[in-house]
């Protein structure tokens, strides 16, 4: 018990260093350009990569952004409280929808919204191979528009190179059949089921099938997940090509919990219901008069999500190959409310408002193709390649029903908006690495990445927030520089890179931003495109039993969209211009192998991210009852960025003794503030969460069973890690604020079976 205390106060002293890995040999390869295969996460200054292996060592049920946690400077969000639902991520303090996510090569990003639904596919972390983040200005391999960070994702055992190779997703060190049961439960009542195959067949033939099954009540009342996937590929694997088709998607039905709660709540002050939900809640009066709460019990969100890819390879020679991928994505679902509105928020001819149920759908494809050709010789990598993707969308909302009906009778099914947009996204690219020197113990390689890129999106229809129509047309024309240097002596690594990365204002960015005068047929409000200048300057030393690194960043933003606390009707974070913006920091990491059975590893992130002649206008009202306007307060000069901590730390120890595997992972983020005003009484706590992993490897052979124990926030630490502001303040000084609760202690047990 006292070892026990002792390891576990360490860590929390210790939080101060990078994740990292051991391998000598691999570590200073291209990240991107590899498959990793090793113990733990391996970091090269801006990069870090992870096995299958490593992402779902601890892997429960929660959704992607919470296997990542181990990644440097990343802060993982949840609607649910548990990571099962809906959930996100912010890198360097850039949003999800900044972050450019590929698997196997195809773009993952929503065209319109531009984030990934992870709920949509739950436990995807079970067929993948590896995964690769890489913070700042991504590779042209790493996406069509690699901004504020980029994530290439693999799956199935495919290798792109015409052989598959050994350890791959779901095979043996013989590359022999294989199947995997696994299961497991916890509070919450929250269930994982996942049931996969590695089949190795006759004619160089290989098929992975894969089923996961996730439900959770959540940490939220009525926040309940459940949550279905799949994947399945199959593949000829040849000596010069390989040809491998996909097939994976999902279903979910989660409750919304994307509302938020006061101060008080999320923090469980003065005895408060962490739980406390209030979507759906509306009054109901009875017949004397007397006022209740009632919440509506479909207050949920519905959709499905199926993928198909067909990908071939050839390799004419040792120095030249050829990829090709053609993809299709096919989404479609609705989320129901139950909500006060005005009547005009449906486009009824009435004044007043009245509780309503209504439903928003969507309906979209995305399709296209990913091409490359790569050369390959003693001194030099080069890559030629381009894509073409087609985005159609369409949107619609369904009134059903009102509590208090106009004096016009609703129509069965009332269709009170449609919009449909249609994006079309192009580039082309040519990257290089020139290998100046390259001895057994010396290289400098020089290496440069152009790509142009061509974005055309239209949309049109209703604007299901304020009736207006949108006839809206854009266009872009991109191009995305980069280059670098990198130098490796004797375990030593330097390396440098300057990069300019261009990106479109999404979805959600036109729909709050902007409006249409129907008179002069012209806009006004429109967001502009975001540039990015990229300075990453980082240091590695590789020892046999340590290792240290150091990365500094400086980011400059032209008109960066920045995040300003506010959220719409759905739940998503409304944005804003600023002119003038940087983010910039320094990523230290370290690690050591302390005994052969012990070793530790960690990082801390320390950052600086302002937006310079900052302004803004705030409302000012009374108090929080009355709401009586008293007129305006304002905040001008260099300010924080919202959502940006100036700290984010990891650090994890792992012991690794005869079958038996024990990891404790501590991650601390600083405060945050909820807008770009660094008000106090708008602001994310501090919080520290510790997670503790059992694993034990009963020794009896085939089939191989592992027991598995999980617990999160072991030291049940009471915090909310996202939140929001109105633009307003009142005369106190007060804020009108919400914040997402996070579960405390919870536990999770299971097993896991390989044949």
Not at 392 to 414: F, N, R, S, V
Request: net charge negative; aromatic share 14%; proline share 3%.
């Amino acid at each position: 018990m006292k070892k026990i205390t002792f390891f576990l106060s360490a860590i929390l002293a210790a939080s101060v260093v990078a994740h990292a890995q051991t391998d000598t040999t691999t570590l200073f390869q291209e990240l991107e350009e590899v498959t990793i295969n090793a113990p733990v996460a391996q970091v090269t200054n801006n990069h870090t990569a992870l096995t299958n292996e490593q992402l779902n060592q601890s892997n429960t049920g929660q959704n992607l952004p919470f296997l990542l946690a181990s990644t440097p400077a990343l802060v993982a969000t949840s609607d649910d409280g548990l990571g099962i639902g809906y959930t996100y991520f912010r890198i360097r303090g850039t949003d999800h929808t900044r972050i450019n996510m590929t698997l196997n090569d195809v773009p993952l990003n929503d065209s319109e919204s531009q984030t990934v639904f992870w709920v949509n596919m739950t436990d995807m972390a079970s067929s993948m191979t590896s995964l690769n983040v890489q913070r700042g200005v991504g590779t042209s391999t790493n996406g069509s528009a690699s901004f504020g960070a980029s994530i290439n994702m693999q799956t199935g055992n495919g290798s792109q190179s015409g052989s598959v190779p050994a350890g791959s997703y779901g095979s043996s060190s013989d590359d022999s059949s294989s199947a995997t049961l696994s299961f497991n439960g916890g509070m919450y009542n929250t269930f994982r089921e996942m049931i996969n195959a590695h089949i190795v067949l006759p004619n160089h033939w290989r098929a992975n099938a894969r089923f996961s099954k996730v439900n959770s009540d959540g940490f939220l009342y009525r926040t309940a997940s459940d949550l279905y996937s799949y994947y399945g590929d199959l593949g000829w694997y040849g000596n010069k090509t390989e040809v491998v088709g996909r097939f994976f998607g999902g279903s979910e039905k989660t409750g919304m919990g994307w509302d938020g709660v006061d101060y008080n709540t999320a923090y469980g002050i003065n005895g408060a219901d962490r739980r406390y939900n209030p979507a759906g809640a509306y009054t109901v009066t009875d017949s004397q008069g007397n006022d209740s709460t009632a919440y509506y019990p479909n207050q949920t969100d519905n959709y499905a999500q199926q993928h198909a890819q067909l990908s071939i390879h050839h390799s004419f020679n040792p120095q030249w190959s050829l990829s090709t991928t053609l993809h299709y994505t096919h989404g479609a679902g609705y989320y129901e409310q139950y909500k006060k509105k005005s009547y005009s928020y449906w486009g009824l001819d009435a004044s007043g408002k009245s509780y309503g149920m209504y439903q928003k759908h969507l309906n979209n494809h995305f399709f296209g193709a990913v091409v490359s050709a790569k050369y390959l010789s003693e001194a030099v990598d080069a890559q030629i390649g381009c894509a073409a993707n087609d985005y159609i969308g369409a949107h619609w909302g369904i009134l059903d029903y009102l509590a208090t009906p106009t004096h016009e009778p609703l129509p069965i099914h009332y269709e009170y908006y449609r919009n449909d947009a249609n994006k079309i996204d192009a580039n082309i690219y040519a990257k290089a690495n020139w290998r100046i020197i390259h001895k057994s113990q010396e290289q400098l390689s020089l290496y440069a990445d152009m790509q142009y890129r061509y974005v055309r999106y239209h949309r049109t229809g209703l604007n299901d927030e304020n009736m207006e129509n949108l006839p809206l047309t854009v266009n872009y024309h991109f191009f995305n520089p980069k280059a670098g240097i990198t130098y490796h002596n004797r375990g030593h690594l330097l390396s440098a890179s300057f990069a300019i990365a261009n990106r479109e204002p999404s979805r959600n960015n036109y729909k709050e931003n902007t409006r249409f005068d129907s008179q002069t047929q012209t806009w006004t409000g429109l967001p502009k495109a975001e540039r990015l200048y990229d300075y990453e300057l980082g240091y590695q030393y590789q020892h046999s039993r340590f290792h240290i690194g150091a990365n500094c960043y400086f980011m400059d933003y032209d008109n960066q969209l920045v995040l300003t606390g506010e959220y719409n009707d759905v739940g998503a974070m409304k944005t804003t211009n600023v002119k003038d913006s940087y983010r910039m920091g320094v990523e230290l990491s370290a690690g050591v192998r302390i005994t052969d059975w012990m070793r530790w590893e960690g990082n801390i992130v320390a950052s600086r991210n302002k937006i310079q002649n900052y302004h803004q206008i705030l409302d000012l009202y009374d108090n929080q009852s009355d709401w009586n306007w008293i007129g305006t307060d304002s905040v001008t000069g260099d300010v924080t960025i919202a959502f940006s901590p100036t700290i984010t730390a990891m650090s994890l120890f792992t012991f690794d003794y005869a079958g038996f595997i024990a990891t404790i992972q501590t991650n601390v983020v600083s405060k945050q503030y909820l807008d770009n005003t660094m008000d106090e009484n708008a602001m994310l706590r501090a919080y520290s969460t510790t997670n503790l992993h059992l694993e034990y490897t009963l020794p009896i052979g085939k089939p191989e069973i592992k027991l598995l124990c999980q617990i999160n926030n072991l030291f049940d630490a009471k915090y909310a890690n996202n939140g929001g502001a109105d633009a307003s303040r009142f005369a106190d000084g007060s804020r009108c604020t919400w914040y997402f609760a996070q579960a405390g202690i919870n536990a999770h047990a299971g097993f896991v079976v390989r044949w």
